[in-house]
């Protein structure tokens, strides 16, 4: 069950640019339009899905990719915010969704975490994103809050996830 074994994990460099924006632009629509609407992706999109808003954090290092077969399947970026450690982003493309390859992302930044001395990873996700909020839980995961979007955006829930030495070495 845990996870698929010809997934690679790496940090992203300049050369995953193109393939880690186009994650995100094939991944948005399918998983928000319907909880969320078109015009909430198209928001999304034009904000967090373009190369310049992906070169910056791709720079900093911030950026993972997951390699099935040496094709770019999944991402994930994290960032600080208010002294805490951020999940930002986490997608795998729908067609490679519930092969271990999320899992294996969410265990390299759990891992990197611990090794760089965190204690705590924090996330939030849309309220109605059944599937993040069951694998969150089933990541160790727990719900610190509920923020209302406001504006006509979406509520969405804050969790988080205590990060311990041991994560380190698992
Ligand atoms: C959510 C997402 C990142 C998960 O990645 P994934 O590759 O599909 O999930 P995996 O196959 O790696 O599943 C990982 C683990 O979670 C478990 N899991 C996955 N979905 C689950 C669910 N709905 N309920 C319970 N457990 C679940 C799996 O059993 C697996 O357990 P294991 O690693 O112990 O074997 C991915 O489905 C995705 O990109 N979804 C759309 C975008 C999205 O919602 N991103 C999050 C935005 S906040």
């Known amino acids: 069950m845990s996870g698929e074994p010809d ?9 995953d ?12 629509p399918v ?3 319907p909880i969320a ?5 198209a928001m999304g999109l034009a904000k967090w899905w373009t190369q310049e808003a992906t070169i910056p954090a791709i720079r900093q290092g ?3 990719v ?3 077969g040496g094709e770019v399947v999944g991402m994930s970026s994290v960032g600080m915010n208010d002294h805490k450690l951020w999940m930002w982003k986490l997608y795998v493309l729908p067609e490679h969704q519930g092969a271990g390859v999320g899992g ?6 759990v891992h990197k975490a611990a090794a760089d001395g965190y204690d705590e990873l924090w996330l939030s996700y849309l309220k109605g994103n059944d599937q993040a909020a069951a694998f969150y839980r089933h990541h160790g995961f ?17 969790a988080r996830r205590p990060i311990t030495p041991e994560d380190a070495t698992a």
């Open 31 to 33: 998983t928000f339009g």
């Open 7 to 15: 997934v690679v994990v790496r940090r992203a460099d300049g050369d």
């Open 62 to 64: 911030r950026v993972s």
């Open 17 to 28: 640019l193109v393939a880690v924006v186009d994650i995100g632009r094939r991944t948005w």
């Open 142 to 158: 727990t719900e610190v809050e509920e923020e209302h979007g406001g504006s006509g955006l979406p509520d969405s829930i804050v």
């Open 104 to 109: 294996a992302l969410m265990r390299a930044a």
């Open 37 to 41: 609407g078109e015009d909430y992706v």
């Open 66 to 68: 997951a390699e099935l």
